[in-house]
């Protein structure tokens, strides 16, 4: 079989690329995203590979000839940040996937399995076990929950539409896996969130939500009911998650580090719900309340049905899956691709650091040498600040994936280049980054800004900018070169940077085209969803 998975660089879709690579029944393998893994590295490495973003209309055409010759879709494509775009969420959750199964029956796939959620049902307040016959009006309150309603709803009118097309919904309860760590943490609890403590300290009584209760499945056993799902060629919805339940009292207990008595505090839910509210408004906090209803009011999930027709049984535990999960929350853990990427990212994989005997040679001038090390990576500091900040500001264009691979791409850098300060016995520079990062703060109040509005023009100049930027930090690598051997570096690791940095140019190079051609027009929108 030759299978074709849409939205293969997260959680579940890092998971299933592993499991099809397992199974003798799959000849090929097909991953698309929006932006491209690295990959040469596990899983990704087992795919071939392409970039499609699913919220634009135009993209059933690139989607059916992507689809052309297979015998199988995946589709796992899902926004989940940023929680306050909602009409951005909408379009790739619910949008993309009448995409992806428009393009399946254009390109005449015959089996199709889409990823909904135990976030589709509808609400309830008891923990009696629900089949899938149950009702899928989602949670209100939960953008999430209400998204995926309306997925199923794409999907009732499609098997109406095509009933010889065999479709599979799978509903899992939360997915975990220790590599999901620091994506989770960045969607859920923020950078600021101390979750390394969890490596040091077990604490004695956790804060849960009262009424918290839901289960759980790990990455891999939900991979393999997918798998299964298109090899049977399976029709209709399937539960999916571990057989335990993970109360309040079962999750303090984990993250406690006991295995049995009293671990939780129990939070009332009328005062938390306004206080999450609060701490995601004020950007504290990724997630929003809407989670917390969720969370509450999510039906528990009987899976007999997944273990009759897909002979489908979990191999992990909900409490074990949790556990593995919070190992990687403590340890940043993730995978090579940009929403899994690990909480600490630098490229010493790739651009390896001098080993910790170097020593710098007399014949270099070493207080010259820092600085000029120093004011590159304030410079590098400000970049990468901008780049997130465009990366932010225009993530529902056709050029968010080449903004979202610079930002990556720099990110890594600049914690290489601190890391590499660093290894020479130099200080991190304690004035010059600060400051700059303050310019390139005020940088951004321009008198053509619109207030409260992104400028059409603001893209233009924001990516001149930006590619001033990495023309200087090109030109630094180059004379970082000349100096490779004192440095203990091998001189091709910069000319691996120097590369890097061409290929940001040219990605840069496409945005500055996009935005060009529609920022001073006043004949048509300047940003509209699929131009």
């Excluded at 990724?286 to 209803?293: I, R, T, V, Y």
């Excluded at 400000?382 to 900040?389: D, N, S, T, V, Y």
């Excluded at 970082?480 to 690791?493: F, M, N, P, Q, R």
Aim: with cysteine.
């Amino acid at each position: 079989m030759r299978v074709v998975v849409v939205g293969a660089t997260g959680n579940a879709g890092s998971a299933v690329l592993e499991e099809l690579s397992d199974r003798e029944e799959i000849t090929s393998v097909l991953g698309l995203a929006r932006r491209l893994p690295e990959t040469a590295c596990e899983p990704f490495s087992h795919a071939e590979w392409a970039t499609v973003d699913i919220q634009f209309p135009d993209s059933v055409k690139t989607l059916t000839k992507l689809f052309s010759g297979a015998d199988a879709v995946i589709h796992l494509g899902w926004l989940i940040q940023p929680n306050s775009k909602r009409e951005l969420l909408r379009r790739v959750n619910v949008d993309g996937t009448e995409h992806v199964l428009k393009a399946a029956a254009e390109a005449s796939v015959n089996r199709i399995a889409v990823a909904s959620s135990v976030g589709a049902y509808s609400a309830v307040d008891d923990d009696q076990p629900r089949d899938e016959s149950w009702g899928t009006e989602g949670i209100s309150g939960s953008h999430y929950s209400e998204d995926k309603a309306a997925q199923e709803r794409v999907m009732d009118e499609f098997e109406a539409l095509h009933p010889d097309i065999a479709l599979a919904r799978l509903r899992p309860g939360l997915i975990f896996q220790a590599e999901a760590g620091a994506e989770i943490q960045r969607y859920f609890a923020g950078r600021l969130a101390p979750v390394q403590l969890l490596q040091k300290v077990s604490p004695p009584l956790v804060p849960i939500p009262h009424g918290i209760r839901t289960q759980a499945v790990h990455a891999r056993d939900v991979a393999k009911a997918y798998v299964e799902a298109i090899i049977r060629g399976a029709r209709g919805a399937f539960n999916i998650a571990s057989d335990d339940l993970l109360t309040g009292e079962a999750i303090a207990s984990i993250v406690s580090g006991r295995s049995a008595g009293r671990a939780s505090i129990a939070l009332p839910f009328p005062p938390l719900k306004p206080l999450v509210r609060a701490a995601h408004r004020a950007r504290v906090l990724p997630m929003d309340e809407g989670w917390l209803e969720m969370a509450r009011h999510a039906p528990v999930m009987d899976t007999s049905r997944a273990r009759s027709i897909l002979d489908w049984h979990p191999e992990a535990s909900g409490s074990d899956a949790l556990a593995e999960l919070l190992e990687g929350l403590a340890s940043g853990e993730g995978h090579g691709s940009i929403p899994l990427r690990p909480r600490s990212q630098s490229a010493t994989n790739e651009h390896p650091l001098p080993s910790p005997e170097h020593e710098l040679p007399s014949s270099i001038d070493a207080g010259l040498l820092r600085s000029y090390m120093a004011d590159h990576l304030a410079g590098a500091t400000a970049g990468l600040k901008r780049i997130q900040a465009m990366e932010g500001a225009f993530d529902d264009t056709a050029v968010y994936p080449q903004l979202s691979q610079v930002a990556d791409a720099i990110e890594s850098e600049h914690q290489w280049l601190s890391e590499l300060i660093q290894a020479q016995g130099f200080p991190r520079p304690v004035i010059a980054a600060p400051a700059l990062w303050l310019g390139e703060r005020l940088s951004r109040a321009k008198p053509y800004a619109r207030p409260l509005k992104r400028s059409p023009a603001a893209l233009v100049l924001e990516t001149e900018l930006m590619m001033a930027a990495v023309t200087a930090k090109r030109q630094g690598w180059e004379v970082l070169s000349d100096y490779a051997d004192e440095l203990g570096i091998e001189a091709s690791v910069f000319d691996r940077l120097v590369e890097a940095a061409d290929d940001q140019r040219k990605d840069l190079g496409e945005v500055h085209t996009y935005a060009r051609q529609r920022a001073f027009r006043t004949d048509r929108a300047t940003f509209v969803p699929g131009e």
